[in-house]
């Protein structure tokens, strides 16, 4: 599936019937999740990161790109890849590496690996030039990081989310947004909106409810799976 074609899927979504991406973490979580039968996947850094013995964020751009090479390779469906604030890589070259991978999508956040939030307006440069170069072949998914890191104020984020998709990004991910914010956040934002479920799967339709039409669940479900192992591992060992 091309990225035209994995935009098509964000495109008519309802309070019923949100994209539910699911965050493979290596190519076997990556089979399972697409023999399940989603029809796209997203790559969690965090969830990577966890794999490889690195802490979210300290995982080098090299290693981040060959996890998400093998797990385009593993499975039929498209991925959409994080790749974090792109490792200081030109916007050539980000676009060159994942384009390299096989992803059809990427997550770009805009804050510092230190927690610090970007200036928007360079940000929003920054994402205009991505798009420049990747023209159609990467969905771009621009994170806003103001509840993560930064006030939480909700002009703020919607500050942002207007100029990141002006930049010409295809979808706004306010992570960590409070429920209580979505409607507003869903009635201030054009295009599709992403946020962050839950891998009991009780949030995904609470967060359709209020406004959410796409939803991720960032390393939610590597660590839903290693505390599966831990219990299991502790009845082995009993």
């Known amino acids: ?67 998400v090479a093998r797990i385009v390779r593993a499975v039929d469906v498209p991925v959409s890849a994080d790749v974090e604030g792109g490792y200081g890589l030109s916007p050539k070259e980000l676009v060159g590496r994942l384009l390299e991978t096989g992803a059809v999508g990427c997550n770009l956040e805009d804050s510092e690996p230190d927690g610090t939030l970007r200036d928007p307006l360079r940000h929003a440069d920054w994402l205009a030039e991505v798009r420049a170069e990747a023209g159609d072949a990467l969905f771009v998914n621009a994170r806003v990081d103001t509840f993560l890191h930064g006030s ?17 990004a295809d979808c706004v991910y306010p992570i960590l947004a409070p429920l209580e914010v979505l409607p507003a956040l869903r009635e201030g934002i054009e295009g599709p909106l992403n946020m962050v479920g839950d891998p009991d799967g009780q949030s995904v339709a609470t967060l359709a409810r209020l406004g959410a039409t796409r939803i991720t669940f960032g390393p939610g479900m590597q660590r839903y799976a290693m505390a599966a192992t831990a219990g299991l591992a502790a009845r082995l060992h009993a």
């Open 1 to 67: 599936m091309t990225a035209s074609a994995f935009r098509l899927l964000h495109q008519g979504r309802t309070a019923t019937d949100p994209l539910v991406l699911p965050g493979p973490w290596d190519a076997a979580s990556a089979r399972v999740l697409a023999d399940a039968g989603f029809r796209a996947l997203a790559t969690p850094s965090a969830g990577i990161a966890a794999s490889l013995g690195y802490e979210d964020g300290a995982t080098p751009a090299e290693e981040m790109f060959a996890a």
């Open 152 to 168: 939480g104020d909700l002009g703020e984020a919607l500050a942002r989310a207007r100029l990141y998709t002006e930049a010409g």
